[in-house]
């Protein structure tokens, strides 16, 4: 992956972190998220979309280890320390 990629990849694991998103819903979370994925992809290389494809499934391990990945009924509770 080009470095531009690679350093997104990494702003993005930066970015789910529970001190960003403490006193903000699972709802705010999803849509940052989301939208932040698609700008990666978006501003990637062809030749890399393989390789940035298996990073950003690590980033979603990651998310759903954090305890983000709620019902859609839960979309709208406040995530707080301990999500």
């Given at each position: 992956m080009?470095?531009?990629t690679t350093m997104a990849v990494s702003e993005l694991y930066q970015g789910i972190r529970h001190e960003h998103w403490q006193g903000r819903t699972y709802r705010q979370f999803?849509?940052?998220?989301?939208?932040r994925c698609i700008e990666i992809v978006g501003g990637a290389d062809a030749a890399?979309?393989?390789a940035l494809?298996?990073?950003?499934?690590?980033?979603?391990?990651a998310v759903e280890d954090s305890g983000y990945m709620v019902?859609?009924?839960r979309l709208d509770d406040v995530?707080?320390?301990?999500?």
């Open positions: 080009r470095d531009h999803w849509t940052w998220f989301n939208a890399d979309l393989d494809g298996i990073e950003l499934l690590g980033v979603r391990d019902a859609s009924d995530i707080d320390a301990a999500a």
